[in-house]
Each structure stands twice: as structure tokens, then as C-alpha cells.
């Protein structure tokens, strides 16, 4: 169902949300006020520089991998992880150390010390051959959502949803940092060739300008201002490569074409666990006068964890389990970004959610609309460091910001917290693992952060020792 077109909304809304309501109560039952479901405080490990060096500028000679071929590798799977022997400190410092490239093109590489830290991970999963497979990533029936809907794009929690010019997706978790996937950056070896000017496309509301409009005379008022600026720093249009056709007027056909891509859906699976209020309630323009396009902002710098990076005395340190990056924009976005967490470890995770622009669902589709592709589901297995799970997705949907939603600590006895979503994960991709008995098996998986993550990351947002102590 489309939701521009309106036509039994409220009905297919009440249903779906009754529906989520019992899948809620099925799965928290007496359990709710447990810290199971709830955002616990955990002590971090403090991270601190110890030395940083400069290197080379980059080649931008990194090769993207072939979405629609298998990889010729296979990921130590949760057995395997097992008979590993557990990082000592040296080595976590070593993988948490990590390489700084800004936007003139230098990079630095940084060492770093770790406090208080805790043997709680595992090593560095090994690889072993496989033969070429066709990566499924949509597994049965499509159970994504198509979001395009301005007003639901447009606001939380997926505007915090942004899109790389690399072609991946990331997530806002700071007014000026993302958090993606290092493999849409950084293959292992060097950067890719779409990293050297690589920009985040944040989507905002773009009012359609009338015949003979009142723009004569100067700039807009207010808040118009701050978007002006983000839109010098790139262009203004609803695609990358400019091909997608802006400002079409909506029919009756686009509507019909349209129908089953729809919002409703989405902003259910939004509200199924509660929240700060129900996505169905944002106010809806009986005439849409605006249309969501996407602002480009420039990358000030982006920071990479050494575990992902491959180098020649270490030539099997490429990983999963550190496949993720942080871009700093130029200039802050003014708008709401998603905190990020560390999921409680009293119970397993149950569901995930994620936003993206999947390649085939929201890319140069011609109707000059912009869309998110929503979904949520559980997770099958999961070990220290990576959520292994059936999450349907596309080519786009990469590096992703995946998240979950708990309660905040009560703030006084008998009340209970307000829900509340934090980002705890990065969507990584698929991946053949290796399972018990030596067999194989797909999964889309997804990278945890960790404590020791969590520290590194806090480091890279602010540089604030006395700021990252617990989350």
C-alpha cells in the first residue's frame, strides 16, 4: 500500500498495530521490567592515543566486491569462534588502534592504550575457501518496507538514515559523525575510488517553488540559511548522478504503480515495541507542497579500526567483526541522530531493525521520489562480535546503522522508563558461515558493537576520555 495515497490507512494502521502489540506482549510477557529489556549502564574500557604517525596518501586502487557473485571466502562461524583463544590486551590495542584520512587526501595511523580492559572476546575469525555462490540476501518472501511518505522519511527515526555517494548507507549518530561499514570506504588494502571525495546525503523537506515565486529579493528566512550552506558543499537533487526526475506531479498512476511500496507498514514495525510516540501520528499536508531531497555534505574525516585494515606482517587482519567506519561531516546536521548503545548481555537480542537505500527499491527509479527501505527482524544466532540473522536486503542497504528499542532506567520506583532506540550495530552483508559439522549456511550479517567498540568510537565523537567512561 502506498502511503500517498491515504485510502484505508487509519484501518490497515489500527490492524497492524494490534498485531505488533501481541507480538510484543508474546515476546517481553512478565518479563517486561527486566533488565533483559532495558538499557543497563556497563563500564567501558578508556581509550587513549599514545602515538600518531603519518603515511602515505592513499592510492585509491581498492576494488569493490561484486554483489551478485559469491564471495571465495567463508566466515568462521560461532563454533569456530569458540576453540579460538581470547584477545589479550596487546592485540585488542593493536586492532583498536586505527587510520585517519581527511579531506585533503593524508592519513595518520594512531596507536592506542587501553584501561580496564576485559578478556570478553573473541579472536579474529579465520577464513577458509569456498566456492563462487550467488548471494541470495532476500530470503523467502520480501518482507521489507518501501518508505516514501515525506513526511515519515523526514523525520526520526528514519531521517537518521543517510546515503553514501559511495553507494552504501550509513547511519547518523552525532550532528556531525555517521557510522557505515569500512567496506564501503576501505577494502581491506586500500581505499576505493569512489572515497576520494566522499559525501553523506542527509534527506530534508524541499518546498516546490510556485510560477513567479517570492524568492526575488534574497535568501530565505530562519533555518533556510543552515541548509543553504550544506547545499554548497555539494548539488541539490534527488540522486547522485542527477538521473531521477524532480518535481513530477502525482496521479492517479503513480499511486496505483505505487500501491504495494507502502508506509504504513513500516511505521507500524516502528511502533510495535512503543516509543516516543506513534510514527502514524505525524500530520500529514492534505496538498504535498514539498517533496524530500537529498543535501549533500562533505567529509571532513574518516576513521577505520586497524582490525579491518590488511597489512603485510598481518595479512589475515581483514575481519567482520570490524567492518565498520566513522565519517566526520564539515558542518553539523540539524537534525535528530540515533545514540548509540551496547545491547544488554542478560538475554539474546530478540529483533532488530535497520534503514537503508536498497539499490533495487530506492535508486534511479525514475519517479523523482526519494524512498528508505525499512525492516526488522530476529536475530538467528550471534556471537561477541556479529548478529547473524535473515533481514532481507539489497545491494545499498550496507552499512546501515542497526538498532533496537529498550526502556531508559526508571527514574523513580513503579515507573517505567520511556523507549527508547539506540544504534548497536552496523549492517556488514552476506556472508557464507561456516557452521557445526562442516557445512555452510547464508546469513546477512551485521557487526556488534561492543564495550571495547563503543569506547573507540566515543574516542573518535569526542575526543573526551572523561565522556566515554560508561554507556
Not at 518496507?145 to 553514501?164: E, G, K, M, Q
Not at 557445526?436 to 573507540?456: C, H, L, M, S, W
Request: net charge positive.
Amino acid at each position: 500500500m502506498n502511503a500517498c495515497s491515504g485510502m484505508g490507512l487509519n484501518h490497515v494502521l489500527c490492524v497492524l498495530l494490534c498485531a505488533a502489540a501481541l507480538t510484543l506482549s508474546g515476546a517481553l510477557g512478565k518479563d517486561e521490567n527486566s533488565e533483559a529489556y532495558r538499557w543497563t549502564r556497563q563500564s567501558l574500557p578508556v581509550l587513549l592515543d599514545t602515538h600518531t604517525q603519518p603515511l602515505n596518501p592513499p592510492l585509491f586502487r581498492g576494488q569493490e566486491d561484486d554483489e551478485d557473485e559469491g564471495g571465495t571466502k567463508v566466515l568462521c562461524g560461532i563454533e569456530c569462534q569458540s576453540s579460538l583463544p581470547p584477545l589479550d590486551q596487546a592485540e585488542q590495542e593493536r586492532i583498536l588502534g586505527y587510520e585517519t584520512m581527511y579531506e585533503n587526501g593524508t592519513r595518520t595511523h594512531t596507536d592506542v592504550t587501553l584501561q580496564g580492559f576485559n578478556k570478553t572476546s573473541a579472536g579474529t575469525p579465520a577464513y577458509s575457501p569456498a566456492r563462487t555462490r550467488r548471494k541470495r540476501q532476500v530470503y523467502g518472501p520480501d518482507g521489507r518496507f518501501v518508505i516514501s511518505d515525506s513526511h515519515f522519511i523526514t523525520n526520526y527515526p528514519f531521517s537518521t538514515a543517510v546515503r553514501l555517494s559511495t553507494g552504501c548507507s550509513g547511519v547518523l549518530i552525532s550532528p556531525k559523525h555517521v557510522l557505515t561499514a569500512a567496506h564501503c570506504i576501505h577494502n581491506g588494502r586500500d581505499y576505493l575510488e569512489s572515497a576520494r571525495r566522499v559525501r553523506v546525503g542527509v534527506l530534508q523537506l524541499k518546498a516546490n517553488r510556485r510560477r513567479g515565486g517570492r524568492r526575488r529579493g534574497g535568501r530565505r528566512r530562519g533555518g533556510r540559511r543552515g541548509e543553504e550552506k550544506i547545499v554548497e558543499e555539494g548539488e541539490e537533487q534527488n540522486s547522485i548522478d542527477g538521473d531521477v526526475l524532480r518535481g513530477r506531479k502525482r496521479g492517479k498512476g503513480r499511486r496505483r504503480r505505487g500501491r504495494k511500496e507502502g508506509v504504513a507498514d513500516g511505521s507500524v514495525g516502528e511502533s510495535e515495541i512503543g516509543g516516543e510516540r506513534s510514527l502514524s501520528r505525524i500530520r500529514r499536508s492534505p496538498e504535498p507542497k514539498k517533496q524530500p531531497v537529498f543535501r549533500w555534505a562533505r567529509v571532513k574525516q574518516t576513521r577505520i579500526p586497524q582490525g579491518w585494515i590488511q597489512t603485510k606482517s598481518s595479512t589475515n587482519s581483514v575481519s567482520t567483526d570490524y567492518d565498520y567506519a566513522v565519517l566526520e561531516l564539515r558542518r553539523p546536521i540539524r537534525q535528530k541522530y540515533m545514540e548509540l548503545g551496547v545491547a544488554p548481555s542478560a538475554a539474546p537480542l530478540a529483533r532488530i531493525h535497520f534503514s537503508g537505500y536498497d539499490a533495487d527499491k530506492s535508486l534511479l527509479d525514475g519517479r523523482g521520489e526519494e524512498k528508505v527501505v525499512y525492516r526488522f527482524c530476529s536475530v538467528a544466532n550471534e556471537s561477541d562480535d556479529l548478529m547473524y540473522q535473515h533481514c532481507d536486503a539489497q545491494q545499498g542497504a550496507t552499512g546501515a546503522g542497526v538498532y533496537i528499542r529498550l526502556r531508559q532506567e526508571a527514574k523513580g520506583a513503579g515507573r517505567k522508563g520511556k523507549w527508547q532506540r539506540r544504534v548497536i550495530g552496523v549492517f556488514s552483508g552476506h556472508q557464507w558461515v561456516e557452521v557445526e559439522g562442516g557445512g555452510q549456511r547464508d546469513f546477512n550479517v551485521a557487526v556488534r558493537i561492543t564495550p571495547p567498540k563503543y569506547a573507540q568510537i566515543c574516542h573518535w565523537i569526542h575526543a573526551d576520555p572523561s565522556l566515554c567512561k560508561e554507556v
